[in-house]
């Protein structure tokens, strides 16, 4: 079975420039959470969608959006790059994502770097 | 003050030691525990869950919980050179899928 894929792998983006990420869920998987990690803050929620509705929101701008179609695959946008923005954007899927005892399975990651 | 706080490290042992990672949180409304793996370039990797107070073993992995202090630790016993990795314990209250993590701890086992 495969994993979870995360592309484009690596981004350079420049300040006032706007990003797309997209996730590809493990098949079966309908649950797509997005996370960013940065050496400062550590790991953290973004947001998290079910059958392409927002279920869970983290603290994060509205430059922050995200959206899942109906074969599970999500993306997430940022628009006006910032240069905090900087860091490993991750995704995770589960089956249904109810419950904490399903185990979400990480992709490898999106490094974006903006200048 | 963070709902978790986890010591970065780095954390440097030989080969054949016995790791303790450790992590605080605040929230008593939190339920699930779970430890995840991170390998350099990789998306951490989901190690162990506990959900109640006590102890959960899993090979050379012992997962232990104290819901009366709010403290939460992985054990790694015999300890090899692949165990480097950064540990992050990760804590949520339940329900959808929300997960809190600490800041991770740096892991180098040297043969």
């Known amino acids: 079975k495969a994993g979870v894929t995360q592309t484009p792998r690596y981004l350079i983006k420049t300040r006032g420039q706007q990003v797309t990420l997209s996730c590809s869920p493990i098949?079966?998987?309908?649950?797509v959470s997005w996370y960013q990690q940065t050496p400062g803050q550590g790991l953290q929620f973004l947001f998290e969608y079910f059958s392409e509705t927002q279920r869970n929101k983290g603290n994060f701008p509205g430059r922050f959006s995200g959206r899942q179609f109906s074969n599970s695959r999500s993306e997430m946008n940022v628009s006006t790059l910032e240069l905090g923005d900087s860091a490993l954007y991750l995704c995770a899927s589960s089956h249904t994502g109810q419950g904490a005892q399903e185990t979400q399975y990480f992709g490898p990651g999106t490094r974006l770097l903006v200048l | 003050q963070k709902e978790v706080e986890q010591d970065p490290g780095p954390l440097s042992v030989p080969e054949g030691a016995i790791v303790s990672l450790n992590c605080t949180y605040s929230n008593s409304a939190f339920q699930y525990f779970m430890w995840y793996r991170q390998y350099s370039r990789k998306g951490p990797e989901l190690l162990m869950y506990t959900y109640s107070s006590g102890n959960k073993e899993d090979g050379r992995f012992t997962a232990q919980v104290d819901k009366s202090s709010k403290y939460i630790s992985l054990f790694i016993r015999d300890s090899q050179p692949s165990d480097s990795a950064t540990y992050l314990c990760a804590i949520t209250s339940g329900g959808y899928n929300k997960l809190i993590f600490g800041a991770g701890t740096r892991l180098a086992v040297h043969p």
């Open positions: 098949s079966g998987h309908r649950s």
